[in-house]
Structure formats: structure tokens, C-alpha cells
């Protein structure tokens, strides 16, 4: 470390380039602030490099693998269909480095500069930056701390060898033969169906009666039937217990309605959760930020920490972890450090599964507006009903909208079905301006699209729906 150096004076410290650091950065630097931002791993963050868009692309490469089995369902034909895994793994890397080259291109373009290398705070007002080269010292008018979270590992599950966090499963080098996946949420889901379309025999341990736990039941159970035709064991109320591996495979022991049983494969998944980065050598126990005691830093509706001048975004923080609540809180932030009104609002924070058929969902399910004492209509409408889902072999599915029957305001919505992560933005948008049943109904929908579902939804909720029948009263 160096001593005795003088410290850089600039407006605003970023600590951590994921999508809350890199968007909180850009956000500050437009509104003119002089901004650093410091990342001791690859810009991007795990979303980019190890998360979102690496899963995302090896999804996509699945799904077409199962596509091309089923060709003839289409009246094609296609022979000696096989995986070449490092293959795969090549388009993954091409997709990562284009994303990541991307975000490293707009921090440049903002003018904001980046220092590859860790962070520890000397003071409320200073922070040493230091990798192997070079140890600088800021010090900073305001700081914003986004340094994201990191897969829980279990003491009788420890991380190494043939027993895979998230990270490692998104960069096996061989396609494995058998997986066991120890979650049933969405990253295990995710990861799991994605290896089982390209052959691989995987057994899901979870310990709720259900995947999914976040979505609706009758949303995981759509998934639940599509993991069963992917020849995906499924097992319920499972008590994970212990792993031994050898060089060659993992052997799990677990516990399921008091019977003790165990299952042998490749790999071993643990996907149980996420914990925050708040601990190590950032130093924030030194200038007193207070972390809650899950790791979470508390923070007020402009994402401020107890030290007025420090703020905090993303999985650090209370709520979902999900990378666009970190962008939003970002710009939040960045906007309150520049003196403008902006709070966070949580109300139609959309969750996505990117599962087969994907989840979605946004605003107040049904229960949850009931309990805020809205007088509650809850409207289905089936995929089945949609030419356009028709087209793509998705009637499996469909689109729940929640409304209030007294204002016809648009509540919630829960979707199932192909291209749902995508259909859920314009419920969003509807409960965000404050929108009714009617104004979607009346919304011209381009014909033959998947949108029409919520035009259809809307029509439905209304009492005269044109695509399916009205229910009995």
C-alpha cells in the first residue's frame, strides 16, 4: 500500500460495474458529475459475464437443439443432429464479450473512467483503489457501493470439483451425461431444463412442494409438465443432507418423507440463493455504513445508506435481486446525487423465469391485492386461443390479469407461455400510468401477434370476450 500519497479528488465513486454500478456511473456522468468507477472483476458484472447473458445464450442454443428432434413436427427433416458443446460454449463467450465490450465502449463514451481492481475504504470520504500495478486514493463527494451478491454455499455442499455454484455450470467444457440440481427456483430451473434439452439426465432436489416457489403453482406446473417430457425427476419435500464425489461423479444423500435415499450423476448444481457482497475487505464496518444481519445494506426511497453522502443499489440492498431493479435504483441514485426528486417505486417491478414455457409476472398477484382492499377480478385467458401462439407450438399457457373491479384499474398480471419475459412489459407499463381494463381493450393490437393475449385478457375481464367463452356465472 502505498503511504503518504496524495488523494485524487473527484465527484462520485462507483464501487462495482455490474447493471447497477455501470448504469448508476453513466446516469451520473450525463447529469455532469466526474465519476470512477472500480470493479475488481470483469465489467459487466456476474449478469453479464456469469449470469443473465451467458445463461440466456446457452438457453437459446437449447432450445433450437430441441427444435431441430423435432423437426418433423413441422413437415422437415433433419438428420445426424448432434452437440458439439465447445461449440456452444464459443457462441456463449462471442455473446458475453459483445455485451461486456459494449458496456466498457459507453463508459468510455461518458467520459467515465475505470480502474480494474479492488476497493477499500480509508474513511467516509476516502477510498484507496489497488490491484498489482498501481494503489490510488480519492477522495469522493458521494460513492455508490453496487456490489451485487454471490451463490450461497452450503457447508456440506462446498464448491469445488464436481460440485458446481451457478458460475462453473454456465462453463462446463464437456456436456455431462447426469445432473443434480439442488434448488428448484429460477436459476435452477433455468440451468437445469437447459442441460436436460441438450440430453442430459438431471434430478431437481427441492425442498418446497413445488418449483418455481415465487410464481403462481398453476405457472410452475406448466414447467413441471414440460421438465417430465425432457425426462427431468423432479423430487419434492427433499432434505439434502450431504455429497461425496470421486473423480468421475457426485454422489448426493437426501432425505425425502423420512426415507433416506441417494442419487449418483456428473455434477451437482447448487443453486440455493444469492448472498450480498457486503463483507471482506471493502472496509464497511470502518466508516460505519450499517449492514443489516443478512448482509443488506438499509437504505431510504433514494437508496441512501445512514451516511447521507453514500449510497447503495442492487443485491445489497433489501427487495428482489434482480439486475433491472439495480438499474433502476441506479439511476435513482445517480439522479439524487445530482439533486433531483427521484425515488424508487416498487410497485410493478416485473420477475421473470427464463424456464420452458418462460414466467412471468408483475404488480399484486390476486392474494396480494385482495390483502391491499381492492375489490379483485381475476381474469384467464389461454394461449390456445392465439393464432400466433398456435403458430410457435405454445397453447400450453396463459395470461392472468388482475384488476379492480370498482376503477377497472389494472392491478397485476401473471403469464405463462412462450415469449412471456417479453408480453409482461406492457402490463407494467399499464399498472405504471395508472391504466384500466379498457384502455388495453381499446388498444389496437397488431394481428397475428402474441399481444393479442392481453388485449384478449382485457376484453375477458370486461365480460365480452371475443377468443374464448365467458365464464359461467
Known amino acids: 500500500m502505498v503511504v503518504g500519497d496524495a488523494s485524487l479528488d473527484i465527484d462520485l465513486l462507483v464501487v462495482g460495474a455490474g447493471p447497477g454500478g455501470y448504469v448508476a456511473a453513466i446516469r451520473a456522468a450525463q447529469l455532469g458529475q466526474k465519476v470512477i468507477i472500480a470493479d475488481k472483476a470483469k465489467f459487466g458484472g456476474v449478469c453479464l459475464n456469469v449470469g443473465c447473458i451467458p445463461s440466456k445464450a446457452l438457453i437459446n442454443a437449447a432450445h433450437h437443439f430441441e427444435s ?6 413441422y413437415g422437415l427433416s433433419a438428420d445426424n443432429i448432434g452437440v458439439n458443446f465447445g461449440k456452444v460454449q464459443e457462441y456463449k463467450t462471442s455473446v458475453v464479450d459483445k455485451m461486456t465490450g459494449g458496456v466498457e465502449m459507453l463508459l468510455k463514451a461518458n467520459k467515465v473512467q475505470m480502474f480494474q481492481g479492488e476497493v477499500m475504504f480509508i474513511n467516509e470520504n476516502e477510498a484507496r483503489l489497488f490491484n498489482d500495478q498501481e494503489a490510488p486514493r480519492y477522495r469522493f463527494k458521494n460513492c455508490i457501493i453496487a456490489t451485487g ?3 450461497i454455499e452450503l457447508k456440506p455442499f462446498p464448491f469445488g470439483g464436481r460440485i458446481l455454484s451457478s458460475t462453473e455450470a454456465l462453463s462446463l467444457p464437456e456436456l455431462p451425461k447426469s445432473l443434480i440440481v439442488i434448488g ?4 435452477g430451473i433455468e440451468l437445469g431444463q437447459m442441460y436436460a434439452k441438450f440430453g442430459t439426465k438431471v434430478t431437481v432436489l427441492e425442498g418446497a412442494d413445488t418449483i418455481l416457489p415465487g410464481f403462481d403453482k398453476d405457472m410452475s406446473q406448466l ?3 414440460k421438465l417430465k417430457k425432457s425426462n427431468v425427476d423432479i423430487v419434492n419435500g427433499a432434505l439434502a443432507k450431504g455429497a461425496e464425489q470421486t473423480d468421475k461423479d457426485v454422489t448426493v444423500t437426501y432425505e425425502v418423507g423420512g426415507e433416506q435415499k441417494t442419487v449418483t450423476a456428473d455434477y451437482l448444481l447448487v443453486t440455493v440463493g444469492r448472498r450480498p457482497n457486503t463483507d471482506g ?3 464497511l464496518d470502518l466508516i460505519g455504513v450499517k449492514v443489516g444481519e443478512r448482509g443488506l445494506i438499509e437504505v431510504d426511497d433514494q437508496c441512501r445508506t445512514n451516511i447521507k453522502h453514500i449510497f447503495a443499489i442492487g443485491d445489497i440492498v433489501p427487495g428482489a435481486a434482480l439486475a433491472h431493479k439495480a438499474s433502476y435504483e441506479a439511476k435513482v441514485a445517480a439522479e439524487a ?6 425515488k424508487v417505486d416498487y410497485k410493478c417491478i416485473p420477475a421473470v423465469a427464463f424456464s420452458d414455457p418462460e414466467c412471468a409476472s ?3 398477484t390476486e392474494k396480494e391485492a385482495k390483502e391491499k382492499g381492492h375489490n379483485v377480478k381475476s381474469s384467464k385467458f389461454p394461449f390456445g386461443g392465439n393464432g400466433r401462439a398456435v403458430t410457435l407450438q405454445g397453447a400450453d399457457g396463459f395470461l392472468k390479469l388482475i384488476h379492480d373491479v370498482d376503477n377497472g384499474l389494472v392491478l397485476g398480471a401473471q403469464i405463462a407461455g412462450v415469449e412471456a419475459s417479453n408480453m409482461i412489459a406492457e402490463i407494467g407499463l399499464a399498472i405504471e400510468m395508472g391504466a384500466t381494463i379498457e384502455d388495453i381493450a381499446l388498444t389496437i393490437h397488431a394481428h397475428p401477434t402474441l399481444a393479442e393475449i392481453t388485449m384478449d385478457a382485457a376484453e375477458l375481464a370486461m365480460g365480452h370476450p371475443i377468443h374464448t367463452l365467458a365464464p359461467k356465472s
Open 68 to 73: 431441430m428432434q423435432h423437426a418433423s413436427d
Open 149 to 151: 451478491s454471490r451463490p
Open 184 to 187: 428448484g427456483g429460477y436459476i
Open 223 to 225: 414447467v413441471v409438465k
Open 281 to 283: 475487505e471493502l472496509g
Open 337 to 342: 446525487i445530482a439533486g433531483m426528486p427521484s
Open 362 to 364: 408483475v404488480g399484486y
